[in-house]
């Protein structure tokens, strides 16, 4: 798997990203099931709501390699402070749409 992943530009001030990588790295949350070698191709937050941003960011790690974008947690779930993106559902959607020919996997959450 060659992940990108999409985090919350509203939470990157005080979540450094650290439960995402660990939880990549010990195989739980979204990536229990993974079985293949994961390489994180990027990590970039969605530009700031309302997402728009979002779309060029998520074709930029395509174009570099990424297979895989997860939104990460802060985003769908709104950890770590219980805050779930209000455009979270539209981001994806417009992202799905936009590389939907380019056979890329969605992960709704990392952790």
Known sequence: MKLGI??????????PGTMDF?????RKGAFEDVTEDIEIIGFTNCGGCPAKKAVLRARELVR????????ASCIQ????IGYPC???????????????????????YTH
Not at 6 to 15: G, K, L, N, P, V
Not at 64 to 71: E, K, P
Not at 77 to 80: A, S, T
Not at 88 to 103: S, T
């Open 6 to 15: 999409i985090r919350c530009m509203q939470t990157e001030d005080f979540c």
């Open 22 to 26: 660990k939880v990549i790295r010990e």
């Open 64 to 71: 570099r390699g990424a297979d895989t974008i997860a939104f």
């Open 77 to 80: 779930k709104g950890n770590p």
């Open 86 to 108: 209000p455009f979270a559902r539209k981001m994806k959607e417009i992202v799905q749409k936009d590389l939907r020919d380019e056979n890329i996997r969605f992960l709704n």
